[in-house]
């Protein structure tokens, strides 16, 4: 499975960016993280894609400011991201798992490259 992110860059706050993961399959769950300069990675965003009803989670940082979606026509996991504020400022991956027992446990097996966005005040 590859995947492959797109459509980060820069933008000033209250501003958007849909970003893009080329999948070459959707799996059961997938979802987008991100990791800030010196900080953690953090899941900020899941969707089911098999078998849940495209069941969605939203930490309470993104929530109401970022969506979650599957294109199915081109492939692709999307984020789209409105009223972006200094502390979105990113490196953003998507992640995906097929395992149902791994989905149960949190486990990611598979993961893009990433693509940085950068929001400025």
């Known amino acids: 499975l590859q995947l492959v992110e797109s459509g980060g860059g820069s933008v000033q706050a209250v501003g958007s960016l849909r970003l893009s993961c080329a999948a070459s399959?959707?799996?059961?769950?997938m979802g987008w993280f991100r990791q800030a300069s010196g900080k953690a990675r953090d899941g900020i965003t899941r969707?089911?894609?098999?078998?849940?009803?495209?069941?969605?989670f939203y930490a309470d940082s993104v929530k109401g400011r970022f969506t979650i979606s599957r294109n199915s026509a081109k492939s692709t996991l999307d984020l789209q991201m409105n009223s972006l504020k200094p502390e979105d400022t990113a490196m953003y991956y998507c992640a995906a798992e097929s395992s149902s027992s791994n989905c149960r446990r949190g486990i990611y097996t598979y993961w893009g490259q990433g693509t940085q966005v950068t929001v400025s005040s």
């Open positions: 969707i089911y894609t098999i078998g849940a009803g495209g069941n969605t």
């Open positions: 399959r959707f799996t059961a769950r």
